[in-house]
């Protein structure tokens, strides 16, 4: 991902098949960072690929973050990643402004581990001990952040027990904040389904934590 930052920093690469657009302008990073998601946009729609490494940088680790406990490959989550600032410029006209860029940068992560769960070659290829998380938090205590870094790989394998659907909808609610409107517009399905499926994923989550010999409650508090 690295190296689609550096495409995405010097927009006048061309990044896969976007070798046909190239950047108007360049803009300083100062500058960029000042503006909003949506004011970036317009930039980028209007031809001009300068503001595109600072969207990477703003959104980049939650894409990642999705899909990796979507999917639980992290090469697969790579991609995903990839794809989606690849089709964000490539289709930047598909973006209106009614809704979010990030509800936007999701659904096309989420239509693509949709589509890659619907082959045939997509089981978790990472073990159950690999763990993507933020940096910790060097304040807290190395017992604390032993504790922590278990009770998350709890949660990481009890997810891959719920249904794709189930999965997307609390991964979206619960670990990127997400309402459940945009989440219903990310699924193309009704709040009322979506309040359903992570109603059910909680519900699936609490029996399988709970029922482990130690450890399981406290996983809940980080849900």
């Not at 190296?3 to 990044?15: E, T």
């Not at 001009?48 to 990642?64: G, M, V």
Request: with cysteine; hydrophobic share 35%; glycine share 4%.
């Amino acid at each position: 991902m690295k190296a689609l930052r550096r495409l995405l920093r010097n927009s006048k690469q061309p990044v896969r098949n976007l070798s046909t657009m190239s950047a108007s302008k360049q803009r300083e990073p100062r500058e960029m960072k000042s503006l909003s998601d949506h004011e970036l946009m317009r930039i980028v729609q209007a031809g001009d690929f300068s503001p595109a490494a600072e969207i990477y940088d703003r959104y980049s680790a939650r894409i990642y973050n999705f899909t990796y406990r979507f999917l639980r490959n992290s090469e697969a989550a790579e991609d995903a990643t990839q794809e989606v600032f690849v089709k964000m410029l490539k289709h930047a006209n598909q973006f209106n402004g009614e809704a979010k860029l990030s509800t936007w940068l999701f659904s096309i992560a989420a239509n693509w581990c949709r589509d890659y769960l619907r082959k045939g070659d997509n089981k978790p290829k990472d073990s159950d001990d690999v763990l993507v998380q933020l940096p910790a938090d060097q304040s807290e205590s190395p017992h604390h952040r032993l504790e922590q870094r278990e009770n998350q790989l709890r949660i990481q394998k009890a997810l891959q027990i719920l249904t794709p659907d189930q999965r997307e909808a609390i991964l979206l609610s619960r670990y990127q904040g997400l309402s459940y409107a945009e989440i219903a517009q990310i699924s193309g399905c009704s709040e009322g389904a979506v309040k359903t499926r992570v109603f059910r994923a909680m519900e699936t989550l609490k029996k399988a934590l709970t029922g482990e010999a130690s450890g399981g409650e406290r996983c809940l508090t980080a849900l």
